[in-house]
């Protein structure tokens, strides 16, 4: 629920872990097993994260106001919103 201000969303998200022990594996063209190199892998994952929060926060207020219009086409919403509005500012 909002009052038309603007949404503050605070997220945390665990980071990556890394891997100390090799995991074993088997090179493609020569068809040995050898076991993978130990890598950081949690090096910059916030800015990917951000993406698929910003888009997951997109998808639910889309939903919200899809709940509480009613509409099935753009045109037909954009109507229900601007005679809510107008109901709105009479008061």
């Known amino acids: ?3 038309g201000m603007p949404i ?3 997220g945390v998200m665990k980071p990556i ?12 063209d020569s068809k040995e097993a050898f076991e993978a190199s130990i890598e950081r892998s949690d ?9 698929v929060c ?3 926060v997109a998808f639910e207020l889309a939903n919200g106001l ?3 219009f009613g509409a099935d086409q753009f045109d037909r ?3 229900t ?11």
């Open 1 to 3: 629920m909002t009052t």
């Open 8 to 10: 503050v969303i605070n």
């Open 17 to 28: 872990p890394t891997l100390y022990k090799p995991l074993k594996s088997i090179d493609i």
């Open 43 to 51: 090096s910059c994952a916030v800015p990917a994260a951000a993406v």
């Open 54 to 56: 910003e888009h997951v």
């Open 66 to 68: 899809l709940d509480m």
């Open 77 to 79: 919403l954009k109507e």
């Open 81 to 91: 919103i601007g005679a809510y509005r107008k109901e709105t500012r009479e008061f």
